[in-house]
């Protein structure tokens, strides 16, 4: 079914009266197509010819009208689809809107399909270009034809009456049958709307005064899709600081978005802006790049001077007054060219003007992405300009997603790494500052020192946020007064309006903490099939758009996508080892199946497999390994959400390289379960083992030993028995060696028979088929003394806490116990 977010994009619902509408089920109505012809007096006089199909309105603009002569051959242009109720829509759109102009019925009815069989068909022979149908109107009636033309423009076609009883063969004006009090309303309103501009111009003086003082830019609205139209033009989306630049008399005025002046970051662009003998007022954005025109976004902060190798150029895309004329309510086209010959009467060189692209829609994104732009922005050639207001006449269609955040916080550095570890941001959304996630990616060394500086001057206790939001690692974080703006580049939003995979991107000095919002825009559709080669193994990754998490809309794209990222993270503790699969075919909610044995001649010949002996089966199962990223991403793309591997490796199967103590709380209090982890340690600890903790994922813990090949299963399994029982005398009422759970129903399973041949742990950093996507997370043992969930670590927040916090496994692999030594230490 059609939808109306073309349509919806375009309009003001809380100015206009256009009824915002929604696409409807023709088929459950079981009732007759209806078809509209709308007189639309606008800038430009035409007709809106308009068919009740696919749910919606399927619409051509038909400037000379609808006639009854088969000889004229109307150009039609096809519009946006409006919705069914606007077949009604009678009234006027007011000025400064899309359409602005008077609106009235000029005829009205049912139709039928002449050639196609039923509305299906009829869809298909219009997206082909060619339908035939007989109106039932008032006015219009018979067979009419509307015929796509080919002259590469794809929305404009013929309409056509046909030969028969309701033709005619005299010449046809469809303003001839127009009532005189709609034809005066039309002229009125034009006239109305030449006077307000006539107005405009006289009092230009007055306003200049006002307009000189605290100009304020037109915004763009985010749009998913870039919209499509001979109505529209498109412009480059510059990377730099949005400025007003006031010249009057012999004095030049740069002012940010927020009315702050720019004069002293920017001495150069002041003083040639002073060589334009005119007096103005321009909009455009101020850009720092090279020579091959990429933006160096964060040296904008710093302003002059520029590294030599650079540029510093003033990009002007509008006009809002020349010589005490006030151009606001002019159209764009007009304002452009008014624009254009200023400055290049004025040829100066960083003062450059913006022209628009001569090309279509597709042409223009694709130039876009060939030229790494950070998007693209699509004006209403008609539109006015609309001070200090986000229109729908302004778009801005973002091939790399960025949202402005306030930096509330930081935590502190882990490791060698510099300053702090990552920025804790927020957004306002209706006047109250919300969390949007961690962003700890971004920084050089000079970066996080200036930053750190920065962060000394605004250090508070107070936390900026309601005291019941959580914010990840905020046992790590200082707090810092909301009052610095930054960018941040990010993938897309989480459910829970969480920034995804944020990146660093700049400071920005020219905005206020209250003017950043939250630019919410859907997820763009996910590529459903792609292929990805390492060298000669290539994957190929299906059903990526499938949604895997439902509650979240987390999409087996997503899943893969984490895996791809945390590749490095994981492959160091699955490899060689056998792979048991949990294949979930349809997502956490669907039916799932565990798998071991592999038909080898049904994989990639790259895939390796290691035939193991089963005592159980008594026969060989072929499991497979992983050993690098592409075949992570392959075992990944079977469904199988989390990485569960063998203890031991394939090549010495009998003697396992890690020992594991799982915590299995079985619905115990979660604050018991840390207890009785950290009790876990301190018996280690007179062991002598060094022992690692990690989350389950699901709702225990697992703690991880280094037992590097030495010993057989049974001999690992009775240390960790032994070890079980010390832990378990210490807790005796909320812990139990029981297996069976309904025998030790609220108490901690100690779980020592995980180690044994052929039994699988979810790896670290493995996904895992709960609820918010969440992670089985090497963690320190001093964050069990913090306010830690389970649910802190998922597919959002790991990524970016791998990088903010030193590795709290990094020391595992150089650990190797020796269980002899350890039982002698008690």
């Known amino acids: ?81 409006h919705p069914v109720s606007y077949a009604t829509f009678e009234g006027s759109i007011p000025k400064g809107n899309y359409g602005a102009g008077t609106v009235s019925i000029f005829d009205e009815g049912t139709y039928d399909f002449v050639e196609s069989k039923n509305a299906k068909t009829f869809l298909e ?53 127009i009532d005189k009090a709609i034809l005066e309303e039309g002229k009125a309103f034009k006239k109305e709307s030449a006077a307000a ?32 139209g001979d109505e529209w033009l498109y412009e480059k989306k510059f990377d730099g600081f949005r400025s007003i630049a006031v010249c009057l008399g012999n004095k030049v005025k740069l002012l940010s978005r927020n009315s702050n002046s720019l004069d002293a970051k920017f001495p150069s662009l002041v003083k040639e802006l002073n060589k334009i003998k005119r007096d103005c007022v321009l909009d455009g954005e101020i850009v720092i790049e090279d020579k091959s025109k990429q933006a160096h ?24 007054e020349l010589d ?136 508070t206790k107070t936390k900026p946020f309601d005291k019941t ?10 707090w810092l007064e909301p009052t610095l703006v930054c960018d941040v580049y990010y993938s897309e939003w989480t459910q829970d309006k969480h920034l ?108 390796k497999i290691a035939p193991m002996f089963s005592k159980s089966n008594n026969s060989t199962i072929d499991y497979l390994l992983c050993n690098d990223l592409a075949s992570l991403l392959f075992i990944a793309n079977l469904g199988s959400i989390e990485i569960n591997p063998w203890l031991s490796t394939y090549k010495k199967p009998d003697k396992p390289k890690f020992a594991v103590l799982d915590l299995d709380p079985n619905g115990a209090d979660f604050d018991e379960l840390k207890a009785v982890a950290r009790t876990s340690k301190e018996v280690f600890d007179k062991a002598g083992v060094p022992a690692f903790i990690k989350t389950s994922g ?27 029982q010390l832990v378990q005398d210490q807790h005796p009422d909320t812990t139990s060696l029981v297996r069976d759970p309904k025998k030790r129903e609220g108490m901690i399973y100690l779980d020592f028979l995980q180690n044994r041949q052929g039994q699988t742990i979810a790896a670290p950093y493995s996904l895992r088929p709960k609820p918010m996507a969440t992670v089985s997370t090497p963690i320190t043992w001093e964050e069990l003394d913090e306010d830690i969930q389970i649910a802190d670590f998922t597919i959002d927040t790991v990524p970016e806490r791998v990088k903010a916090i030193a590795d709290p496994w990094a020391e595992l692999m150089n650990s190797k116990v020796d269980i002899k030594k350890a039982l002698g230490n008690f």
């Open 297 to 320: 976004f964060q040296l904008l902060q710093s302003g002059e001077p520029i590294p030599r190798n650079l540029e510093l150029h003033y990009y002007v895309f509008d006009i809002l």
């Open 469 to 478: 939001v959580k914010v990840a690692n905020e046992r790590l974080v200082t």
């Open 1 to 81: 079914m059609a939808d109306l977010k073309k349509y919806q994009q375009k309009r003001d619902f809380s100015v206009t009266s256009e009824p915002e509408g929604r696409t409807e089920n023709t088929k459950a109505k079981a009732k007759k197509l209806t078809f509209v012809v709308q007189r639309h007096h606008a800038s430009r006089l035409h007709y809106d010819f308009r068919l009740e199909l696919d749910g919606v309105l399927k619409s051509w603009a038909v400037p000379k009208g609808p006639s009854l002569n088969p000889k004229d051959k109307r150009l039609a242009v096809q519009v946006e689809d």
């Open 125 to 177: 022979d219009l997206e082909k270009g060619s339908i035939k149908f007989h109106l039932h109107g008032k006015r219009l009636k018979g067979e009419f034809a509307l015929v796509r033309m080919h002259t590469g423009q794809g929305n404009n076609w013929l309409l056509i009456k046909h030969k028969d009883e309701f033709s005619t063969d005299k010449a046809f004006d469809a303003e001839k049958l």
């Open 500 to 607: 995804r995979h944020p990146v660093f991107k700049g400071l920005r000095t020219d905005k206020a903490a209250e003017e950043t919002k939250l630019e919410i825009v859907e997820a763009k559709a996910m590529e459903k099939e792609r292929i990805v080669k390492f060298g000669k193994k290539e994957v190929k990754l299906t059903n990526q758009d499938k949604i895997y998490w439902p509650d979240e809309g987390i999409r087996k794209g997503d899943m893969i996508a984490y895996y791809e990222e945390m590749g490095d993270f994981i492959l160091p503790y699955v490899k060689d080892r056998p792979i048991s699969m949990n294949r979930f075919p349809n997502g956490i909610k669907g039916k799932s199946f565990f798998q071991k044995d592999v038909e080898p001649d049904q994989l990639p010949s790259w895939v």
């Open 197 to 228: 501009r006539k107005t405009t111009t006289k009092s230009a003086t007055a306003k200049s005064k006002d307009i000189a003082n605290k100009p304020k830019p037109m915004l763009a609205k985010l749009a998913a899709d870039l919209p499509d």
């Open 324 to 459: 005490d004329v006030d151009l606001r309510s002019y159209d764009l086209l007009q304002r452009k060219e008014i624009l254009e010959l200023l400055l290049k009467k004025a040829n100066l060189p960083n003062i450059l003007f913006v022209e628009s692209l001569n090309m279509d829609r597709e042409k223009s994104i694709q130039e876009a992405e060939a030229q790494h732009w950070e998007g693209l922005i699509a004006k209403r050639k008609d539109s006015s300009y609309l001070e200090d207001k986000r229109s729908s006449s302004w778009l801005k269609y973002k091939l790399r997603n960025t949202q402005e955040a306030v930096i509330c916080g930081f935590t502190e550095p882990q490791g060698s790494r510099l300053g702090f570890g990552a920025l804790v941001l927020g957004a306002y959304d209706r006047g109250k500052l919300k969390y949007i996630g961690n962003c700890g990616t971004g920084f050089n060394d000079s970066l996080l020192k200036d930053l750190h500086k920065e962060f000394s001057k605004l250090s």
């Open 698 to 724: 699901s709702t225990g813990f697992h703690i991880f030993l280094h037992v590097n090949e030495r010993y057989e299963y049974e001999v690992v399994r009775d240390f960790i028995q032994f070890v079980a």
